[in-house]
């Protein structure tokens, strides 16, 4: 499942929900989120340009200042470019000067997080909970009110303007 094993899903069939790291979800979403889990990685490659197949699926990181989504200032969402899970609210979106599209909040019932040693010590990934697919990793030196950075990858999100 490329950097997001771990991910717990329990049916919860008399209740109609799924629990999952990111909270509980009606059956029609849990129905969404098996599908999305489920398809093969032929089926990713078809639906994803090879960029973002490498960021969503592999947990590859687009180089810093290429993405468009750098310079989005609009109201409106920016959604997982695998599934099209809703994932932040332009409101919370600001210049990190990282380069990367970056928040400070997320729809926190639509991100699941794994610890990340890729790079020698941990780090927090975060990804989309439907879908599992990489979206970037949080750091605690973002402003205020949360005072956390959600470093995405451009490639992993679709802007849908309000």
């Known amino acids: 499942m490329s950097g997001v094993a771990g991910l717990v899903v329990a049916a919860c069939s008399r209740a109609g929900t799924v629990s999952t790291q990111a909270g509980a979800v009606d059956a029609a979403d849990a129905f969404a989120d098996a599908e999305a889990r489920s398809w093969s990685e032929d089926q990713w490659k078809e639906r994803l340009d090879a960029a973002s197949f490498r960021v969503l699926r592999k947990a ?14 609009r109201a409106g969402l ?31 019932e639509n991100i699941g997080t794994t ?41 992993a999100l679709t802007f849908v303007p309000a």
């Open 60 to 73: 590859a990181t687009e180089r810093p200042f290429t993405s468009p989504l750098n310079e989005e200032k």
């Open 78 to 108: 920016f959604h997982c470019k695998g599934c099209d899970l809703p994932l932040f609210d332009a409101a919370t979106k600001y210049d990190s000067r990282t380069g990367w599209p970056s928040f400070f909040d997320v729809i926190k």
């Open 115 to 155: 610890t990340d040693y890729k790079i020698g010590y941990p780090r927090t990934e975060y990804h989309c909970a439907r879908c599992l697919g990489h979206q970037g990793h949080v750091f605690p030196d973002g402003p205020r009110p949360t005072g956390l950075r959600y470093c995405n990858n451009g490639l």
